[in-house]
């Protein structure tokens, strides 16, 4: 069945032929199989995603992007900034209530559109088709931050994380240039595994990801548990010192609640593969109720558990904050740390590079990215270019290296993006105000959150103004030249493209979904 796609793809003479050409063989091709080929549907071919991810596996999904190497490594910067450890408390027990928030509101948001993409879907809908030029920037610049450049550095840091500590007892007598050499060898290995995990199948995914998710939470109840021994024995010196230091200034608490939000980051992981879940209606905003609050408690309990142990000169000056717990408070069991800090950013990465392909995926049926990066494997059902893509981004990445100022604006796009995202629901509620809506917040619950992103837009720029904040600037920039150029105005060198996307068929033997968007 591939051979003959191939074979007429090598007699496309232009894009909209084979298409039509494409078309007529599909449906020919969903006459012969439906009967017998469980993903094809009975109206005609199915080459597309399919729902194959249920509430164990959403649940799952947010464990896997929220649990990194945050909260095992560097979840100092928290306490840095609050000051003192009850603020830092209430800093981290606040950030898991605003991103239940946000998460519940993306779930409304998720449920009433039914597509994949999050913000990029949002946008869309929300401003598309309000003026010509203006309408259908935001998601572009959207598609274009994420995509190309914020989730490619993030899963490259995650994933060059997970590589030090996975080589750490094989390289403690070799030198620094030989022991960089090695990580970002061992970086690239294990692209090389998600991507085959992600390319190969949906369901080899989930199934990863599950035993992942299980292996977290495992390994942040071993920390737990390490502090509540501690606490038994009546180690509370450190915290009893309370709110004894406390910052009194706004920038200060905002950048402690963006040290926060960092590392709960990926609670809107589930709505970014709507289209792959089972019954969205009811499982995307049950899966945010479980896994969230879920999530709040362990951080709130490790965090504890760590100043059960550790100074507040210690949790700020050590560059891994649970393996100086472990090496406390575990003895012989103390590599079960940094085995937990390799499983977690393994399984991170994975995730975070699995929801950035549906987001190219989707801004590609919607004329943001290259087409071909909408096509979906003949076999595998999986949108394997897009992952491809994906993974040669990462790569480039991994190679430079030193990626990690890159990403220090990052919860300011975030958050930029969730404000608007707040304006887009209240917006739909206007204008789609007849549509069903499967699951529904209250009005004050975006309102708050776009309040809370205001803020965490504005304070930090105000608070410490720097450099990052103009190069983020100078993305957006860059992103509207490429849109005013290569999409408003469609100046695209067609016979290149047409000799890429013949290439990547033959290589993915991929073909257009059948739900493609025009």
């Known amino acids: 069945m591939v051979n003959f796609d191939l074979k007429l793809a090598l007699k496309m003479k232009s894009r909209r032929e084979y298409h039509l050409e494409m078309a007529e063989t599909d449906n020919n091709l969903s006459n012969v199989e439906k009967s017998s080929n469980p993903r094809t549907s009975t109206c005609g071919s199915a080459i597309k995603l399919k729902r194959e991810l249920g509430l164990f596996s959403a649940v799952n999904l947010i464990l896997g992007v929220m649990i990194g190497s945050g909260i095992f490594v560097s979840p100092a910067t928290a306490l840095q900034y609050s000051g003192s450890v009850g603020l ?25 559109l039914g597509k994949s993409g999050a913000e990029y879907s949002y946008f869309k809908e929300a401003f598309g088709k309000t003026h010509k030029y203006w309408g259908p920037l935001p998601s572009f610049i959207c598609a274009w931050i994420y995509v190309m450049i914020l989730r490619p550095a993030e899963v490259a840091i995650i994933v060059m994380t997970f590589a030090e500590y996975a080589i750490q007892p094989f390289t403690t007598d070799i030198q620094q240039d030989y022991k960089n050499t090695a990580i970002k060898l061992a970086s690239l290995a294990a692209l090389f595994i998600m991507t085959y995990i992600n390319i190969t199948s949906v369901k080899l995914f989930v199934k990863v990801q599950n035993v992942f998710g299980v292996c977290k939470v495992f390994a942040c109840l071993i920390v737990i548990g390490g502090g509540i021994y501690e606490l038994a024995k009546g180690n509370t010196e450190n915290l009893n010192k309370g709110f004894e230091g406390s910052t009194t200034s706004a920038g200060g608490i905002a ?147 030193n990626i990690k100022t890159l990403i220090e604006f990052a919860s300011w796009f975030l958050w930029f993006f969730y404000g608007l995202a707040m304006v887009a629901l209240l917006v739909l509620r206007k204008t789609q105000a007849d549509k069903p809506r499967p699951y529904r917040v209250p009005t004050i619950v975006p309102c708050f959150v776009l309040l809370v992103a205001i803020f965490l837009s504005i304070l930090p720029i105000v608070h410490d103004p720097s450099i990052k904040y103009l190069i983020a600037i100078g993305f957006i920039v860059m992103g509207m030249a490429v849109y005013t150029i290569f999409v408003y105005h469609n100046n695209s060198p067609t016979r290149l493209l047409n000799k890429i996307t013949f290439l990547t068929q033959v290589l993915f033997e991929s073909v257009p979904p059948s739900n493609r968007e025009d």
């Not at 362990?298 to 560059?319: C, G, I, K, Q």
């Open 255 to 401: 950048l402690a609640l963006y040290s926060g939000l960092w590392a709960y980051d990926g609670w809107n992981s589930v709505t970014v593969v709507t289209e792959e879940i089972i019954n969205p209606g009811i499982n995307v905003p049950l899966s945010i109720l479980i896994a969230v609050p879920m999530i709040t408690g362990l951080y709130v309990f490790m965090n504890v558990a760590y100043m059960s142990v550790l100074s507040y000169a210690e949790m700020t000056s050590v560059p891994a904050v649970a393996v100086a717990f472990g090496t406390r408070v575990l003895g012989p069991a103390s590599f079960l740390i940094p085995l937990g800090v390799a499983i977690a950013t393994f399984g991170c990465a994975m995730s975070v590079q699995f929801g950035v392909t549906r987001v190219c995926y989707t801004a590609a049926r919607g004329g943001h990215m290259l087409e071909v990066f909408s096509y979906v494997n003949v076999k595998r059902l999986t949108p394997a270019p897009a992952v491809a893509f994906q993974a040669l981004l990462t790569s480039i990445f991994i190679i430079v290296g």
């Open 88 to 112: 830092c408390l209430i800093v981290w027990t606040v950030s898991g209530v605003i991103s239940l928030l946000g998460a519940l509101s993306f779930a409304e948001l998720g449920t009433v």
